[in-house]
């Protein structure tokens, strides 16, 4: 999977309320060899729901072991950052993590979701305004890879980043250095990121977690090909794939693919693209990391590593990262 040279792009992010840039990025995806499709497009109101699932099946170590980190950690956590800072949380989904350093942030000012899937976002926005009165809750709906504008009165306000779940592990390596770039560019010199990262760890408890018994998963990565469907104007039938999850010991991350189960010819807006059996469409990568190959990363970016809790079976991490310049 390339570079997206989006985060590479100064300007502000379109309006991701058109379909426009969906069905370019697919018709891309579906015509190239091998074919491939941004991770960020699970993320409809239906994905959503079903990540959520995900993240408390049994298989699915990464967010309970984050969240016993963030419980852990939360006081030393939240002494890095400005008393009076305005929290942006990068691809916000769930305030089950956010939720956990709240409680140790009683002067925290603002909280700035930003998600792609606003019906998701407005509706947890919502909640957390009545869970927490006290607290100015302005979700942004952005694609979070891409420079976006924050709120009005917002820009010269002590910010601080948050970036829970992984999620960095989905871009490859060159490709997550310049999303950090992105990130530090949004909140300036001198602000604090506190985000997850998976370790490297055995295998069958890899993809265990991303090939769950239950088919959680499965219905998640095909789910992506309804919304096709659904927005698109797609003609894709989801049985004649099969999800495959495999981790790439070689390129250090978990890969999930969409198996053709036979050949066939999907239609997409118009389009039409031809798939011999056991092609497979690559939806995702999960890369793991070391603590020091992270750090390594982070730093490239123009981020120093302040902080890195893991917890006590070495399966996860969170880091508080520095912005230098």
Same mark, same amino acid.
């Given at each position: $999977?390339t570079?997206?040279?989006?985060?590479?792009?100064?300007?502000?992010?379109? =309006?991701?309320?058109?379909?426009?840039?969906?069905?370019?990025?697919?018709?891309?995806? %579906?015509g190239?060899?091998?074919k491939?499709?941004?991770?960020?497009?699970?993320?409809?109101?239906?994905?959503?729901? %079903?990540?959520?699932?995900?993240?408390?099946?049994?298989?699915y170590?990464?967010?309970?072991t984050?969240?016993?980190?963030?419980?852990?950690?939360?006081p030393?956590?939240?002494?890095?950052?400005?008393?009076?800072?305005a929290?942006?949380?990068?691809?916000?989904?769930?305030?089950?993590?956010?939720r956990?350093?709240l409680?140790?942030?009683?002067? %925290?000012?603002?909280?700035?979701?930003?998600d792609?899937?606003?019906?998701f976002?407005r509706?947890q926005?919502?909640?957390?305004?009545?869970?927490?009165?006290? %607290?100015?809750?302005? =979700?942004?709906?952005?694609?979070?890879?891409?420079?976006?504008?924050?709120?009005?009165? *917002?820009?010269?306000?002590?910010?601080?980043?948050?970036?829970?779940?992984?999620?960095?592990?989905?871009?490859?390596?060159?490709?997550?250095?310049?999303?950090?770039e992105?990130f530090?560019?949004?909140?300036?010199? /001198?602000?604090?990121l506190?985000?997850?990262?998976?370790?490297?760890?055995?295998r069958?408890?890899?993809e265990?977690?991303?090939?769950?018994?239950?088919?959680?998963?499965?219905?998640?990565?095909?789910?992506?090909?309804?919304r096709?469907?659904?927005?698109?104007?797609?003609?894709?039938?989801?049985?004649?794939?099969?999800?495959?999850?495999?981790?790439n010991?070689?390129?250090?991350?978990?890969? $999930?693919?969409?198996?053709?189960?036979?050949?066939?010819?999907?239609?997409?807006? /118009?389009?039409?693209?031809?798939?011999?059996? /056991?092609?497979?469409?690559?939806?995702?990568?999960? *890369?793991? *990391?070391?603590?020091?190959?992270?750090?390594?990363?982070?730093?490239?970016?123009?981020?120093?590593?302040?902080?890195?809790?893991?917890?006590?079976?070495?399966?996860?991490?969170? *880091?508080?990262?520095?912005?230098?310049?």
């Amino acid at each position: $999977m390339t570079i997206d040279p989006r985060l590479t792009d100064s300007s502000p992010a379109a =309006p991701i309320t058109e379909n426009g840039l969906f069905l370019a990025d697919v018709w891309d995806g %579906l015509g190239a060899s091998p074919k491939a499709l941004p991770a960020k497009y699970f993320y409809d109101a239906a994905g959503s729901a %079903l990540f959520e699932e995900i993240t408390v099946l049994p298989e699915y170590y990464p967010t309970r072991t984050e969240l016993g980190i963030l419980d852990a950690q939360g006081p030393a956590i939240a002494a890095l950052l400005p008393e009076d800072a305005a929290l942006v949380e990068f691809g916000s989904g769930s305030t089950a993590k956010l939720r956990r350093l709240l409680r140790h942030l009683p002067g %925290l000012s603002a909280y700035l979701p930003v998600d792609v899937s606003g019906e998701f976002l407005r509706e947890q926005a919502e909640t957390l305004r009545g869970d927490f009165p006290g %607290l100015a809750v302005e =979700p942004v709906v952005a694609d979070f890879t891409r420079p976006f504008a924050l709120p009005p009165g *917002y820009g010269d306000r002590a910010l601080a980043g948050f970036f829970p779940g992984s999620t960095i592990g989905n871009f490859e390596p060159n490709e997550a250095a310049r999303l950090l770039e992105v990130f530090g560019r949004i909140l300036g010199t /001198g602000a604090t990121l506190v985000l997850g990262v998976d370790l490297v760890k055995d295998r069958a408890v890899l993809e265990a977690a991303y090939d769950d018994a239950a088919g959680v998963t499965a219905a998640f990565n095909l789910n992506l090909l309804h919304r096709i469907n659904r927005e698109l104007d797609g003609a894709i039938d989801p049985d004649s794939f099969a999800h495959r999850a495999v981790f790439n010991e070689a390129a250090s991350r978990i890969e $999930m693919h969409l198996v053709s189960r036979r050949a066939q010819t999907v239609r997409v807006a /118009g389009r039409s693209f031809s798939f011999r059996e /056991g092609e497979s469409i690559h939806t995702e990568n999960s *890369y793991k *990391y070391t603590l020091d190959g992270f750090r390594a990363l982070a730093a490239r970016a123009g981020w120093a590593s302040v902080e890195a809790w893991t917890d006590a079976d070495g399966l996860f991490s969170v *880091y508080a990262l520095r912005r230098e310049a």
